[in-house]
């Protein structure tokens, strides 16, 4: 058995246009992308195996067929893996914890994660808010408008790796390539807009009550509380940022050959760079599986992401 390489598929968005496609090479892409899922089990939307032997399989089909290859059985897919350009500011969302996602029909809630590929000088995102509770929220904030006042910012560099737990207001903002890590709860609250409009003329719906209603005003959640546990491989450097209950997300710096091999399945992704895995040829935008414990090897000079659960 060896790594399998998976084809991304494309996501449109009112705030993407071809940056995904430019940067990335993933020169089939329609204009209007805003990010590419390098993994995905979601049924509408599962990304496509293209190596032997299971060559034009969804990862669903995988999953649900071929255990072998992830040693999780029972368990449902729990990751989504996109590739994210933003073209303009995005909505200001907040995601579901599991208790309120369970009332939703949900199996699951929604944390998720960022690591910022690149990041041009004075890059910002939304993270977090000013409001002490509802009350304060509507009496302060949203009853007057005041929806610049209300929201937080952050700072974000090349290389940073930020949290975004349930509850926690966030929005990703134009000059940023984030490799996303997100549970697979497909589902997001929109909370402001920017009375922005598509090409018809009407503004995005958004979804203010059940926004609000699983919005989080602990001031530790705004806080991104990284802690990046970092070793050395033969030639080059890995880098654990989070290990949880949702995921488990590390960074591998390659500068040379590396012989690799994990507990685990990991869904691997190359941020920057060029090299081989197992012989095989990677470039920038390559998505592929390690099967569970599978020994790999890795050379050249390249960044790739992995995440497994």
């Not at 599962?46 to 089909?61: H, M, N, R, V, W």
């Not at 598509?198 to 530790?220: I, M, T, W």
Request: aromatic content about 12%.
């Amino acid at each position: 058995m060896s790594v399998l390489f998976f084809k991304p598929v494309p996501r449109p968005a009112i705030w993407g246009h071809t940056l995904v496609k430019d940067y990335f090479g993933f020169h089939d892409f329609p204009e209007g992308i805003g990010q590419a899922w390098a993994f995905s089990a979601q049924k509408e939307a599962s990304t496509i195996c293209i190596s032997d032997p299971y060559k034009g399989q969804s990862l669903l089909d995988l999953w649900n067929n071929h255990q072998e290859l992830f040693h999780h059985q029972g368990e449902e897919f729990p990751v989504i893996i996109s590739l994210v350009a933003p073209e303009d500011d995005l909505s200001i969302q907040v995601h579901p914890a599991t208790p309120i996602a369970h009332q939703l029909g949900y199996k699951m809630g929604k944390n998720e994660a960022w690591y910022f590929i690149e990041s041009k000088p004075g890059s910002q995102i939304v993270y977090g808010h000013h409001a002490k509770n509802e009350d304060d929220l509507y009496n302060n904030y949203i009853n007057k408008n005041r929806w610049e006042e209300l929201i937080k910012h952050l700072d974000v560099h090349t290389g940073d790796f930020v949290y975004l737990p349930a509850g926690i207001l966030h929005a990703m903002k134009k000059g940023s390539i984030v490799y996303e890590i997100q549970q697979a709860t497909d589902v997001t609250f929109r909370f402001y807009d920017y009375h922005r409009k598509d090409a018809q003329g009407n503004e995005r719906p958004l979804h203010l009550k059940q926004a609000v209603a699983c919005l989080s005003y602990d001031p530790k959640k705004m806080i991104n509380d990284i802690h990046p546990v970092e070793t050395s491989l033969e030639n080059g450097k890995q880098t654990v940022f989070i290990s949880n209950d949702s995921f488990t997300v590390t960074r591998l710096e390659i500068t040379g050959n590396n012989h690799l091999q994990y507990d685990n399945y990991e869904l691997a992704t190359v941020v920057k760079g060029k090299g081989k895995v197992n012989g095989q040829e990677l470039r920038l935008g390559d998505s592929f599986l390690v099967p569970y414990q599978e020994e790999f090897v890795v050379e050249g000079n390249l960044t790739i992401m992995m995440t497994t659960r």
